[in-house]
């Protein structure tokens, strides 16, 4: 008698040629796009897919949910016309792929001139929004300068971001540069920890300088590693906003994909991003890796890309260019030995 098969991850990840969404009114032709990759799906044949990844800034929200407490975020977002449409999209897919999640970036406006914009992954049922990461860990220069980007204290240790995926795998979202926060480690002062130099408590806004802002980042921090230990997530899903052309990535795949890799014990790291110039070819600049070793942590300016190649690809094609490039990766739920791993050449 064969021994039952491995549950396996199965996600499709989206590159789109151009940049994030700069307005809502980009919405429909961005649902009009979903349309498309979703029929490309299906005439494909892919089935058991867990999740279909969109990239960062796919949609662009009227207004930003930051400031609400996390229940009113997930009901401000279900009520959003594009969310609508998207789900109309998703569920098309339930066929074949039951339980199939869909995982989108948006941006938001601030309300506040002194805040840069809002960045979320957002994650969708069929019926309804089921997970939502707002941005932890900003960038060097989003931390910097008058316009700051301002994450909420209470979502470093919120399981909004955690979604459960049909094979039982348990996801965390990034958004976008979140995902290098994967690899912070309790009582580190790494640049990342640096540049965060303002926080929301409540309504709240504390800014370096501020008595007790040094107290609740470091709090914050605790609260992070806290729920990386508990959550134990089997796969880090990632809505990047995007590259100018194939080729410029290899920071992100070596220190941000295949490190958040390491750190997971050698997980499934996927995500999805727009591409300005022209998108990649389909086994290159895949942003997935697997298997990784812990020892890719501590190579420093050795570290390699590990990439993981895609089992199948499907090209969207308008006026005869390609506008979207769709990729479908698997990977097993519990990995072999980091040594034993298979991906694609570095």
């Not at 299906?42 to 960062?56: F, M, T, V």
């Not at 998108?279 to 990439?307: C, E, F, I, M, N």
Request: hydrophobic share 40%; proline share 6%.
């Amino acid at each position: 008698m064969n021994p039952p098969a491995k549950p396996s991850l199965r996600v499709a990840a989206v590159c789109v040629l151009g940049r994030p969404a700069s307005t809502p009114k980009q919405n429909q032709p961005r649902g009009q796009l979903l349309a498309q990759i979703v029929t490309g799906i299906h005439e494909r044949g892919w089935a058991a897919l867990d999740a279909l990844l969109l990239p960062g800034g796919f949609f662009r929200l009227n207004r930003p949910v930051g400031h609400l407490a996390g229940s009113r975020r997930l009901t401000s977002l279900q009520a959003q016309a594009c969310l609508s449409a998207a789900r109309r999209q998703l569920d098309r897919l339930q066929d074949r792929s039951a339980g199939c999640l869909l995982v989108t970036g948006m941006l938001a406006d601030p309300s506040d001139t002194r805040q840069r914009q809002e960045q979320l992954s957002v994650a969708l049922s069929a019926e309804r929004v089921v997970g939502l990461a707002r941005k932890l860990f900003p960038t060097a220069a989003e931390g910097e300068g008058r316009r700051q980007t301002v994450p909420c204290a209470e979502d470093y240790g919120s399981t909004d971001r955690l979604v459960t995926l049909p094979c039982g795998a348990k996801a965390i979202l990034s958004a976008c540069y979140d995902l290098f926060g994967l690899t912070e480690t309790p009582g580190g002062a790494s640049s990342r920890y640096h540049a965060i130099r303002a926080l929301r408590t409540g309504q709240k806004i504390l800014r370096m300088g501020d008595q007790g802002f040094k107290q609740l980042r470091r709090q914050c921090l605790a609260d992070w590693s806290n729920l990386l230990t508990k959550e134990k997530p089997h796969v880090a899903i990632a809505t990047i906003h995007g590259f100018e052309r194939p080729g410029l990535d290899g920071f992100w795949q070596r220190h941000g994909i295949a490190a958040a890799s390491a750190a997971m014990q050698g997980r499934f790291v996927v995500g999805a991003a727009h591409f300005e110039d022209w998108l990649p070819a389909p086994g290159q600049s895949t942003l997935a890796s697997v298997g990784v070793s812990r020892k890719h942590l501590t190579a420093g300016t050795a570290r390699k890309a590990h990439r993981l190649a895609p089992k199948d690809t499907i090209q969207i094609e308008k006026d005869a260019e390609v506008i979207a490039l769709v990729r479908l990766f698997e990977a097993p739920m519990k990995p072999a030995a980091p040594s034993k791993a298979k991906a694609a050449a570095p």
